[in-house]
């Protein structure tokens, strides 16, 4: 691996925490790609908190910002259709939960021709459960899948993932020590923005509290996030309601 590295950056904690690590401590050269969906509010909430980070970074090391080349945006209508990659992904997720991203990011990089697509995926993710066993650990520290492994797994074959054995709290306890919280701490989360502020309810607002990283929701988020059953149970059929009920007791 040479000291150029394609990364999926999101915007978010962990794809933030690898572009900062990346550029400022290991001085690599960054080439970061985001995929635009513009159906999902979040979205220019998300290039903004990267636009933030930039900036945040220009403070602490001009040249570790500088090390950061333009983003490629891509909208994701515009990523082509490979049928065997997302036929693997269906059979995939009937295993157990997979995000659609795992789709269309493994067609977005052949379609780029890019065999080294680093995303940060970290241990508390679910895809980890299709990765455990089945990657190595490279000499400069990311991780691969195996060359053995064969099946819908090799969806995973393109992707690098530098992050796959520490946490987020492990991620803010290292940018703290190395100097480059306050620009971690410009990045951004919630699908389903209200206002300016996280919602609370939405897959990574609840991820975000579930793995320790509560902290960044407002007062009003975290009461969403701690109403969000009694709220979807106000919104349903008398039926529907009662099972939703039950799951707030248990």
Known sequence: MGNTIEVLWTGGWDSTFRVLYASLIEEKEVRPHYIADLARKSTLRELKAISDVRRELEKIDKNAAERIKELTITPITEIESFEDITQSYVRLKK????????????????????????????????????????VEQKDHGGWKLKSDVTGDTQIFSCFEFPLLQISKTEMRAKAKELGFIEALEKSWFCFNPVGNAPCGTC???????????????TKSGILRYKTRYLRKAARLPVRVSRKVYSKLKS
């Open 95 to 134: 295993q157990a939960h997979l995000g659609s991203q795992y789709d269309w990011l493994s067609r977005y990089a052949r379609m780029k021709n890019i065999d080294c697509l680093e995303l940060s995926v970290h241990v508390d993710d679910k895809a980890y459960y299709f990765l455990e066993g089945k």
């Open 203 to 217: 897959s990574p607002c609840i991820y975000a509290v579930e793995e320790g990283m509560g902290y960044r929701l």
